[in-house]
């Protein structure tokens, strides 16, 4: 079993739907969660980071943990063709090494 | 906005070759990461540098990869010989310090095909 899952997708939605990403993970001791967006042939950009419980928002992007299920998401308001890409969920237990999910590839159609 | 820079954006070569990858992190950032993500996954960590030093190559294939960062400042990974398998996408990142809460940004990549 891999550390962290993620869907691969890919996603299909119409233009301004909510969008909802989800990773799963086995490692209890995973403390930091990032999402990135990953445009084709390009490197990862990070989005948002979380530390803890809870939410986060950041304009139409909400990331969410829940860590006594082991399960973060992120969500996305509105959507726009723009946001077509592939989302990684990325986490580490407080060390430099980051885990990365396989990605979901979404696609918002106008 | 300051990035990172990655040389070539594409490489093509045949199984056997040898081929080099180039990286430039962000200005000030002492900590530099090598990753491959093969079509469909996720990054995977090859080395992770602290200024000249090497902090973690556990899964960098030693009979055939290298990596070097000599001033501490740009890196080198070196491919010798290619193999059909090493086709990914290698991207290199860097954070200022290499702590859990320093983000890692990342470079645009290189993208590897081996024929």
């Known amino acids: 079993q891999k550390e962290v899952e993620q869907d691969p997708g890919p996603l299909s939605v119409p233009e301004g739907a909510i969008v909802s990403l989800n990773c799963t993970y086995s490692?209890?001791?995973?403390?930091?969660f990032m999402w990135y967006r990953q445009y084709s042939r390009k490197g990862p950009e990070l989005l948002m980071y979380?530390?803890?419980?809870g939410n986060k928002e950041d304009g139409r992007f909400t990331a969410q943990v829940d860590k006594s299920s082991k399960y973060i998401s992120l969500f996305i308001r509105d959507s726009q063709p723009s946001d077509s890409a592939t989302y990684l969920c990325?986490?580490?237990?407080?060390?430099?090494?980051?885990?990365f999910g396989t990605g979901t590839r979404l696609k918002v159609l106008a | 906005e300051a990035e990172v820079a990655q040389s070539p954006r594409y490489k093509i070569t045949e199984k056997s070759q040898a081929v080099a990858f180039w990286c430039d992190p962000i200005?000030?950032?002492?900590?530099l990461y090598w990753y491959r993500q093969i079509l469909g996954q996720g990054p995977e960590l090859l080395v992770q540098?602290?200024?000249?030093?090497?902090?973690?190559d556990s899964q960098l294939p030693k009979d055939r990869f290298s990596a070097e960062r000599l001033k501490g400042v740009d890196s080198t990974l070196k491919i010798q010989p290619a193999e059909l398998g090493d086709s990914a996408m290698y991207l290199c990142?860097?954070?200022?310090?290499?702590?859990?809460?320093?983000?890692?940004?990342f470079g645009p990549g290189t993208r590897l095909t081996v024929l």
């Open positions: 990142a860097s954070s200022w310090r290499g702590r859990n809460i320093d983000t890692q940004y």
């Open positions: 490692n209890s001791a995973f403390q930091y």
């Open positions: 979380t530390y803890s419980s």
């Open positions: 990325a986490m580490n237990p407080g060390t430099y090494k980051y885990i």
């Open positions: 200005s000030g950032h002492a900590t």
């Open positions: 540098f602290q200024d000249e030093s090497v902090v973690d």
